[in-house]
């Protein structure tokens, strides 16, 4: 248990749907971040929110749209996905988003897209 | 920008040492880390080591860096079957962690 979670754990949805992803961390941490985990390949960082600011987006497709209410809460919104959005998304935390620090991940949502 | 590889897979017999290698580009990369994955999971971090360092040891795993060569390593020793994960290697650059692709254990008994 990393202190970081996540929901749902899976997620299977239509091109059409909208749906969201959410983590909570419960580590006092003021950064927060999503990863897509897509299969051999390495992770990739879509988003940074430090103090619930984005100061990071990775030329992320607007399809993703990120949600940071306060520190402890980041969203993932999806909408009209395509199949190859279908990956495990990560959602990790640290202190301060500074050089250095180390990240504490949650356990994933797994999303397929069909 | 930061490249990391690491190569894809690594069979040993239980018992064994398992020695997980990894190399970076970017030579200003301040920390390095290396994540376990077990199937289903996300990522634990295992251990990490500050770039003035060349060794560090916590239990059975080993971090080496060698600097010039811009080369990391993991070894775990007496490797166990519930070794057996995706271990990735990761370079803090910039604010941002670099992942390699993970190397996936195999830890045969």
């Known amino acids: 248990e990393t202190g970081v979670t996540q929901t749902p754990r899976h997620l299977v949805m239509g091109m059409t749907n909208k749906k969201s992803l959410k983590c909570e961390q419960h580590?006092?941490?003021?950064?927060m971040y999503w990863y897509k985990q897509s299969a051999k390949k390495p992770l990739e960082l879509m988003f940074v929110?430090?103090?619930?600011?984005?100061?990071e987006n990775n030329s992320v497709p607007s399809r993703f749209s990120p949600e940071c209410p306060n520190s402890s809460h980041l969203f993932l919104h999806l909408h009209t996905l395509q199949p190859e959005d279908s990956a495990l998304y990560l959602c990790?935390?640290?202190?301060?988003?500074?050089?250095?620090?180390?990240?504490?991940f949650g356990p994933g949502t797994r999303l397929l897209v069909l | 920008g930061e490249d990391v590889e690491q190569s894809l897979f690594l069979s040993v017999r239980e018992g064994d040492s398992s020695v997980i290698n990894c190399t970076y580009t970017?030579?200003?990369?301040?920390?390095l880390y290396w994540y376990k994955q077990e199937p289903g999971a996300g990522l634990q971090l295992l251990t990490y080591?500050?770039?003035?360092?060349d060794m560090k040891q916590d239990q059975r795993l080993t971090v080496l860096l060698n600097k010039k060569d811009k080369h990391l390593s993991l070894r775990i020793a007496d490797t166990q079957t519930g070794d057996s994960a995706i271990y990735f290697c990761?370079?803090?650059?910039?604010?941002?962690?670099?992942f390699g692709q993970g190397t996936e254990l195999s830890v045969k008994p």
């Open positions: 970017d030579s200003s990369s301040t920390y």
């Open positions: 580590l006092g941490h003021n950064a």
């Open positions: 080591i500050f770039s003035n360092m």
């Open positions: 990761a370079a803090h650059q910039g604010g941002k962690l670099i």
């Open positions: 929110y430090s103090l619930e600011e984005r100061v």
């Open positions: 990790a935390s640290s202190q301060d988003g500074g050089a250095g620090e180390t990240q504490y």
